[in-house]
């Protein structure tokens, strides 16, 4: 039998010397398809299109294809190109329209924009924003992302470089996706079963005016390419590879993936910033624009991305599908995602186009969306994001809550018992998994930091100081910074625990920050977003210093696994308890809280925190169904007493009551 | 140095030596040689590597699609392989269903 190749794959004519025929409009960005590449470029505006082609490296194109009025359908420009080295090739568009900003228009044909789509972008060097072509056939075996319900999630929020940078972690490839893939072992060894990588979208790691670095990476400059730095085969264009690689990895470990995605601006700023694709592409399609062509900037970075514009929203969409589904990712955390809310002139939307179609995408059914709800210009939504029984929220009410009463506020109690049991006050309609409850993240303190500096110390960020929360909730036990104050330090390591196993014992879905569990400090900086050295990154030699705090968190993140109680369950499974049995004391001076967590049959934990400075006699329940008090954890014992490997816990000797120290937190399990 | 290789075939193992840079427009080659000796069902497929100077990734590929072409269980050896292709190898993840020697 002859096997006809298909009509396409032959050229029809030639431009600028390449053999070429009318494209695809659809997908957009560039395709592999029989013998050649479809090129497929929206906007609106646009008054011609041209596809620049260079060999790579080259300073100048090798070729110039203007794509002709019969290759546009609609707003869309496409066009198959034949014979092209794809390995070789490096693209982009020149784009001719109106000049006009105060009508949103700035066409410049002079420039070589990135395209949006592209699944490679050169990375570093002089012609970094250039776009290349993928060969899209990675084996994946038999991947399956392991699909744990929501609730049973241990988030551990981390930095692909900043995890393995550091000389002392050991790894072949330090700082990125492959030497990740090595510390695999130690996220198993930890317990955590999920880890959400701080952006790995391509950006430009030195569009930062104060210390040259951009660390962190919220500001995305190619929203479908992995950072090719993070590679340590990006120099041969292999990151797609190495990505899927290390998501293949981490499945295999029974450990699901989620990006820290930035929807809310690009990199492109304001009218000052860089063009690099969206600005000459189609300026008043992709942004928010004020009637006179300025951008809105609700992101506090200069622009907004036109997120519930159809086109926008549809990119928005096929970006999430396409890691979803080539990179088998299994969730996103949306930064500032209150914006993604917002209509084409700020406005609140009631109905948001984008969250509903996120909701209900059909790629996207079962992966985790996770929203930070709130923006940079006000917008606080914690509670009130438009959910469609979907998504997740950073709770930040948690973290202030247990960072206030830890540190010894007068008048949280109460509150701390609503954050406990999945902060029931917002989300009892949406269950336990709405909630992500953390302590710290990657904005901010670091734990142990929390527990060292009352005060933000980031003159090292070029800003004076200005810059980062002054609201932290904070208290540095008696010193600022470092000190050989044995009371201080055995204090703040004890402040520690007892953030951590509130944490892990709290319902709703816990994330941790890469490095708490090993006690890492940015010695008071608590907005690292611009330090890319020692500062931020993990320094592993801290696995011996503080071996009792990984045990600790070991312990407490598996005592969490073992106990579904403490994952979920009805209100009505929550006792609440005092210095008496069954007698909480919700008044404002009350710093004492035990709960009881009983599940029915065997599973049934007691949660007594004390945030006073003297030690209390607690009267205990009996423990149900004819069983006996163990003691899972008490965070005043020095260590290793301070916890126990679940399922080994020794008996209470006294079982009607509970001796619980200065600032402290105690854990029973019935057995 | 332009590409070169050869396929030998004893038994049911295949033997093909590799030269020059195995890159995007010599894959297709490779693949063809594979898809060879796909249809005369060896179980063991060795390639010689080392005359190959450079492997990209397209050549990375072929690997995958020898890998993915051979029936289940089948051996694919690499000999010879030069450093830094077996470090692309390895960090893409590509080791795990071959064997390196």
Known sequence: MTVLEPIDAYPTQRIAGYPVRAGRSLPFGATRVPGGVNFSVFSNHATSVTLVLYREGEPEPMAELPFPESFRVGSVHAMTVFGLDVERLEYGYRVDGPRRPWEGHRFDPDLVLSDPYARMLTGHGPYRHRSRVTLDDFDWEDDRPPHLPHEDLVIYELHVRGFTGHPSSGVAAPGTYAGLVEKIPYLRELGVNCVELMPVFEFDETDNVFTGVNYWGYSPIGFFAPKASYAATGRDHMQVDEFKHLVKELHRAGIEVLLDVVFNHTAEGDERGPVISFKGLDNATYYMLTPDGHYYNFSGTGNTLNCNHPVVRGFVLDCLRYWAAECHVDGFRFDLAAILGRGSGGELLHNPPLLESLAYDPILRDRKLIAEAWDAAGLYQVGSFPHYSRWSEWNGRYRDTVRRYVKGDLGVTGELATRMVGSPDMYSRRGVAATVNFVTSHDGFTLRDLVSYDHKHNEANGEGNRDGDDANNSWNCGHEGATDDPAVLALRARQQRNALLLLLASRGVPMLLAGDELGRTQLGNNNAYCHDGPLTWLDWGLREENADLFRFTRRAIAFRRAHPVLRGGSPGSVHWHGVSAWSPDWSAHSRVLAALFDGGGSDCVYVAANSHWESHTLELPPAPRGQTWHLFADTAAAPPMDAFEPGSEPPLANQSQLSIGPRSVAILVTH | ?101
């Open chain 2, 1 to 101: 140095m332009s590409f070169r290789m050869k396929m030998n075939v004893e038994g049911d193992t295949a033997t093909i030596r590799l030269a020059g840079e195995l890159d995007g427009s010599s894959a297709p080659e490779l693949n063809e040689l594979v898809s060879q000796a796909v249809g005369r069902q060896v179980g063991k497929l060795v390639l010689l590597l080392d005359e190959l100077t450079y492997m990209s990734s397209a050549g990375v590929r072929c690997l995958v699609f020898a890998h993915q072409k051979l029936p289940r269980g089948s051996e694919i050896t690499l000999v010879g392989t030069k450093p830094e292709v077996a470090e692309t190898i390895r960090l893409t993840g590509f080791d795990r269903s071959i064997v390196m020697q």
